[in-house]
């Protein structure tokens, strides 16, 4: 008899077709509350479940009391409570390799947007402000040659400093929790503590997970330790940056500027002054939000729950250390 999941996301025909070869699947429209209690039945016996969003702790565990193996198509799990899994045997994998590329792109684009007001500087002409050579109060600043400094060496953060250093010869600086020996390698990137590296980058770029440890790391004082020059980039998680520090920060110019992907709570409220403030790049959390990548997110996740089934946890999984856990159905 195959495993029952749930799915509560909508996949591609062909992504779908591959799920219902391995699983019984029952697909929902979401894991709010109302849909959580519509199909109590469902996730009570449901043995997996697979999608995006949703908040994974003891309540919501208690409601699938036969979950083997949660599938997340994110490359981010801070929405899981991950002692809670492990205590339950359960098996958390995830989508991180997937995105890369395009997550490094999207920080690309906004080290250069923010650089040269290109939102900003759009708008003015579609609103018929260009009437005769540019002055001064349109310029905005070089990227080429300036140093990047990266908060988080994975994955991205290697991507990122791919771009940077070897297509706008940017020295790299980076700090993390241990020393990368390839980034240093390829890219004669510098480790540097936290404060160090907010003080001497002109661009900061934040691309880390949510978790204790990170929550409001760049706060007031680390803004402060920032060049009056420099631009503030996040795309890892809104928490990991105090926003009404920010926000501070940005309005009393100790900063020049901020490119935001993410956000404290998203959406973003529509009375923000992130929305008004005119050197801020805002998007709506689109990191990964291209076609090729979202299809490869939601493959990877299918592939990731039906290798989880077969035992097969050697990537894409969060807590590997429970995937030998009695009664749990994997080989």
């Known amino acids: 008899m195959k495993p029952a999941v749930v ?188 404060d160090s590296l907010m003080a001497a980058a002109d661009f900061v770029c934040i691309i880390l997970p949510l978790t204790d440890e990170t929550h409001h790391l760049i706060n007031r004082e680390r803004l402060a330790k920032m060049k009056a020059s420099a631009i503030l980039i996040n795309a890892g998680r809104g928490p990991v940056v105090d926003e009404a520090a920010l926000i501070h920060a940005l309005e009393n110019h100790v900063i020049s500027a901020a490119g935001l992907d993410v956000f404290e709570r998203e959406p973003l409220a529509a009375d923000s002054p992130l929305l008004r403030l005119p050197n801020v790049v805002a998007l709506p959390h689109i990191g990964s939000a291209t076609h090729e990548t979202r299809y490869a997110m939601d493959a990877t996740g299918v592939d990731n729950l039906i290798a989880a089934f077969n035992g097969q946890v050697q990537e894409n999984c969060v807590n590997p250390q429970v995937a030998n856990a009695a009664g749990t159905g994997r080989s």
């Open 7 to 194: 799915l509560y996301k909508p996949l591609a025909d062909d992504l779908r077709q591959r799920l219902d070869a391995h699983f019984e699947v029952t697909e929902i429209e979401g894991l709010d509350e109302e849909h959580v209690k519509k199909y109590a039945s469902v996730l009570e016996k449901a043995q997996g479940i697979i999608g995006s969003g949703g908040k994974f702790d003891q309540k919501m565990l208690d409601r699938l009391p036969q979950l083997k193996v949660a599938s997340t198509i994110s490359a981010g799990y801070d929405k899981y409570d991950v002692d809670a899994l492990n205590a339950r045997g359960i098996l958390l994998m995830h989508t991180p390799s997937a995105l890369t590329e395009t997550v490094a792109d999207l920080l690309m684009g906004l080290v250069l947007s923010t650089a040269r007001r290109l939102p900003e500087l759009a708008e003015r002409t579609k609103a018929g402000e260009w009437r005769e050579n540019v002055t001064a109060d349109w310029f905005g600043t070089d990227v080429h040659h300036k140093t990047l400094g990266v908060v988080g060496m994975g994955r991205i953060g290697m991507a990122l400093a791919q771009r940077a250093h070897l297509g706008f010869s940017m020295p790299i600086l980076y700090n993390a929790r241990r020393r990368h020996a390839e980034a240093e390698q390829r890219f004669d990137a510098t480790y540097c503590d936290l």
